[in-house]
C-alpha cells in the first residue's frame, strides 16, 4: 500500500509542478522577426495591405487551400477582414482584422482564434526603407495566455518565430521572384 501511495504522490508532483511554474511566467508576449527585402517599400507596403495576398506567403494561410474563407469589407482597408474554417488543426478557425492603415509604413492586424483555442493576437507588419530599392519588413506577434495556458509563453518565441520567419521568407522570395 506504502508503493501505492508513492507512486500517487510523485505523480501528483510531476503534474502540478507545470502549474506551480505557471505562476512565475508572465501572460504578456511578443514575438518578432524582420526581413530585408530587395524592393522599393512602397511596392511591399502595397502587396502586404492587401490580406487576400497571404495566401502566398503566410505559413499559416497556406497550410490549408481548401479552408472555407469569407472575405468582408474592401481588401487594403481598415475593416477587412477574413474569416476561415478549416479542418486542419493547424489552421482551426479564427478571423483576421485590418484595424489601422498606416500608409506607406505598414499595416496594424488583429487575429482572433476561435479554434482549436480562443484567443487574440495583435499582428502588425511595418515596412522601413533601408535604401530606395531595399526595405526592412518586421512582423511582430504579440498577445496575451491566461494562467495556466502563459506556461505556452516559454515556448511561443521558437514555435511562433519560426512560422514568422518562414512567412517572412516566402514574402521575401515572391516580391524579389515575381515582381
Known sequence: MNILK???ACV???IAIPFFIA?????????????????PQAEIFNYIKLLRNQDNYNQWMMVD????????????????????DSEN??????????KKIHE?????????????FENVAQTPISTDAITP???????TFSG?????????NLFIDKMLGKDLATSLGNLKSNLEQHH
Not at 65 to 84: H, L, M, R, S
Not at 104 to 116: A, C, H, Q, T
Open 6 to 8: 508513492i507512486v500517487f
Open 12 to 14: 501528483a508532483i510531476i
Open 23 to 39: 505562476l512565475f511566467v508572465k501572460n504578456e508576449y511578443i514575438v518578432e522577426r524582420e526581413i530585408t527585402i530587395d524592393k
Open 65 to 84: 487551400p481548401n479552408a472555407k474563407k469569407v472575405y468582408t469589407g474592401t481588401d487594403g482597408t481598415e475593416g477587412f477582414t477574413i474569416a476561415w
Open 89 to 98: 488543426k493547424n489552421l482551426g478557425k479564427g478571423e483576421q482584422v485590418i
Open 104 to 116: 506607406g509604413k505598414g499595416v496594424d492586424l488583429e487575429i482572433r482564434f476561435i479554434k482549436p
Open 133 to 139: 530599392t531595399q526595405t526592412k519588413v518586421k512582423w
Open 144 to 152: 496575451r495566455n491566461k494562467y495556466p495556458m502563459n506556461l505556452m
